[in-house]
């Protein structure tokens, strides 16, 4: 019996048919392909309706189809139009069947005049361009329509979404100067919402959020004139109001403020609940959540040498008042060392609550909830 050759160390062992180069080529092709699928939708319709033109010329019938096309045209641009501004669900069969993914999701964008314009314009070319191809004989592959087709119409469909569909470059982060000459310019001027106020020692405090000073007009302007004016502030800077907040500072002084910018609202990351060791048994205080720049939010259950504390929670619908006493109730239940007792003036979602702590009872839990 004799044994075949083996091949050396490090020789390439592969067929010489190819193999999977082929397989390899078309996976990288639909790898492309689909890295550019927002690009892609005028080529494909204008291959389609191309395709159906020359089909078009060849039919017995073709003008009647090409008819066809010029009223399903208009009426496609109609229904996207529609699309387009439709809101969220109102129906509750609606919202069932878009919960469950069989609706699609509302775009609740609508369309702008200048794409109505450029979209009826390309449906009307397009429609007209069908319509003398049976009457002509001429199909989108033969002369003159070649050039209509696919060197005017083509690239004046395709060019405007391309660029609509483009990479932005991202703007630069504004600099300290930068900073303080946008406060001077659009807050602190006469016609801005705190005239006569500077922004002082703008810092950077690490991935990509920033703090400064806010130095008000004395006599005219206090602390809560800064917080109440936090929505033209990001106005000013043209940012989300959720990535701005003010503050006072540390003392207490009325004439100043601090103003906090983060490029990622920390209040939006949802907390893990940390179990038992959320609440301090030494000095009853526990922890909530995170402040806006991301410390603890602390909660005092008790105060030691004093006894229970009693606490008043109100706010509009919606504020979160229901979401806060289970946060209390499930601190509690943890610790093993607290009787509470809610209530509510009405029967809903608690809106108002009385509670009674009490540090030094045994370990049971109970939660009496009254309406």
Same mark, same amino acid.
């Given at each position: 019996?004799?044994? +075949?050759? !083996?091949?050396?160390? $490090?020789?390439?062992? !592969?067929?010489? !048919? $190819? /193999?999977?180069?082929?397989? *390899?080529?078309?996976?990288? !092709?639909?790898?492309?392909?689909?890295?550019? *699928?927002?690009?892609?939708?005028?080529?494909?319709? +204008?291959?389609?309706? +191309?395709?159906?033109?020359?089909?078009?010329?060849?039919?017995?019938?073709?003008?009647? /189809?090409?008819?066809?096309?010029?009223?399903?045209?208009?009426?496609?641009?109609?229904?996207? *139009?529609?699309?387009?501004?439709k809101g969220p669900y109102i129906r509750r069969t609606a919202k069932f069947l878009h919960r469950h993914r069989v609706l699609p999701t509302p775009p609740n964008r609508p369309m702008r005049r200048a794409e109505l314009i450029r979209t009826s314009a390309a449906a009307a070319a397009t429609g007209a361009l069908l319509t003398v191809m049976p009457l002509t004989h001429t199909g989108p592959f033969q002369a003159p329509m070649t050039g209509l087709w696919w060197l005017a119409l083509t690239p004046a469909t395709a060019i405007p979404w391309w660029w609509r569909r483009r990479i932005r470059s991202v703007a630069e982060p504004l600099s300290a100067e930068g900073r303080v000459a946008v406060w001077e310019a659009k807050v602190g001027s006469t016609r801005g919402a705190l005239p006569g106020s500077k922004l002082l020692e703008p810092v950077d405090t690490g991935d990509g959020a920033w703090e400064a000073l806010i130095e008000l007009d004395g006599g005219r302007q206090t602390t809560a004139s800064a917080i109440s004016a936090t929505t033209l502030i990001a106005s000013a800077y043209d940012l989300p109001i959720s990535s701005i907040a003010v503050d006072g500072v540390p003392g207490g002084a009325a004439s100043r403020a601090k103003l906090m910018v983060y490029d990622k609202n920390p209040l939006k990351s949802v907390p893990v609940f940390p179990g038992p060791e959320a609440l301090d048994v030494k000095t009853g205080i526990a922890r909530l959540g995170l402040h806006i720049d991301g410390g603890p939010a602390q909660y005092q259950m008790w105060r030691p040498g004093w006894g229970a504390v009693h606490t008043h929670i109100s706010g509009a619908t919606g504020s979160g008042k229901s979401a806060l006493l289970r946060s209390l109730f499930s601190i509690e239940r943890h610790s093993g060392l607290v009787t509470s007792r809610a209530a509510t003036p009405r029967k809903a979602s608690p809106s108002a609550s009385g509670r009674t702590t009490c540090p030094t009872s045994p370990p049971a839990w109970t939660n009496a909830w009254r309406c």
């Open positions: 019996m004799t044994k +075949s050759p !083996t091949a050396p160390a $490090g020789a390439d062992t !592969t067929p010489a !048919t $190819g /193999g999977p180069l082929p397989r *390899r080529i078309a996976h990288g !092709t639909w790898r492309r392909l689909h890295r550019n *699928r927002r690009h892609l939708p005028p080529l494909a319709a +204008s291959l389609v309706l +191309s395709g159906y033109g020359q089909a078009l010329t060849h039919a017995p019938h073709g003008l009647v /189809g090409a008819l066809a096309v010029d009223a399903a045209l208009p009426a496609a641009v109609l229904v996207t *139009r529609t699309w387009r501004r």
